[in-house]
């Protein structure tokens, strides 16, 4: 499975932003897709998740109400949809997929969970 990011950018403190990520190659019955961040000097730290389904979906606290993750109208597409961004929303963005239980509802917070990585893309809040 090959994963593209796209759609970073600079952007000005409480703007918005949309990623894509993108699939291709094998594909996954039943998946889990997470988007992560890295600012610099930073550790890469988890963003939100969503299963195949496209109905079960979390966030870490810190974007909880300005970010949303939902999956496009093909399975190999999934969005970030980023709003009110902030100065500390700079990083560089991954998405990330893994295989998923299809009765399992647990979700994936940690990097080494995730199998497969994309290309990083670059997002940068100005104050």
């Known amino acids: 499975v090959q994963l593209q990011a796209c759609g970073g950018g600079l952007v000005q403190s409480g703007g918005s932003l949309r990623l894509s990520c993108a699939a291709s190659g094998r594909t996954l019955g039943y998946y889990i897709v997470g988007w992560f961040r890295q600012a610099p000097g930073k550790e890469r730290e988890f963003v939100a998740t969503?299963?195949?389904?496209?109905?079960?979906?979390d966030y870490a606290d810190s974007v909880k109400g300005r970010f949303a993750i939902s999956r496009g109208k093909g399975r190999n597409l999934v969005y970030l949809q980023m709003n009110s961004l902030k100065p500390e929303d700079t990083a560089v963005y991954y998405c990330?997929?893994?295989?998923?239980?299809?009765?399992?509802?647990?979700?994936?917070?940690?990097?080494?969970?995730?199998?497969?990585w994309g290309n990083g893309t670059q997002v940068t809040v100005s104050s």
């Open positions: 969503i299963r195949w389904s496209g109905i079960n979906t």
């Open positions: 990330a997929l893994k295989s998923a239980d299809y009765y399992s509802a647990r979700h994936y917070y940690r990097n080494s969970d995730y199998v497969y």
